[in-house]
């Protein structure tokens, strides 16, 4: 069985979510790291690396002109409605508890 104690030292992600795969000193599967891969793989990578808009209409253009939404689908619907759709994904407050959810 491996083992692993990383007491004291700040990790990346990579290196948390490896440790999912390794056995704490009780030899018990280590589900904590994964969370904490989850949270280090946000400060680390994503935060960094978002893109903060003014409006919604500025977002869901930078959306479809860098192709992540399709142009042809959401003109099938009002502003308005989507609109609220955001509005309801939102309200969600979504987050990922696992790394591999993130990833």
């Keep these: 069985m491996t083992t692993t104690d990383a007491r004291g030292q700040q990790l990346d992600y990579h290196?948390?979510?490896?440790?999912?795969?390794?056995?704490?000193?009780?030899?018990?599967?280590?589900?904590?790291?994964?969370?904490?891969?989850?949270?280090?793989?946000?400060?680390?990578?994503?935060?960094?690396?978002?893109?903060?808009?003014?409006?919604?209409?500025?977002?869901?253009?930078?959306?479809?002109?860098?192709?992540?939404y399709d142009k042809a689908v959401l003109d099938k619907y009002d502003d308005e409605f989507v609109k609220d759709l955001f509005k309801q994904a939102y309200a969600k407050k979504f987050r990922f508890q696992t790394f591999l959810g993130a990833f």
Excluded: C, P, W
């Design 15 to 68: 290196s948390l979510n490896a440790m999912l795969n390794l056995y704490d000193s009780n030899g018990s599967i280590q589900f904590d790291k994964d969370r904490e891969a989850a949270n280090q793989y946000f400060l680390q990578h994503v935060n960094q690396n978002t893109v903060y808009f003014h409006d919604l209409e500025e977002k869901v253009g930078y959306l479809v002109d860098n192709e992540y």
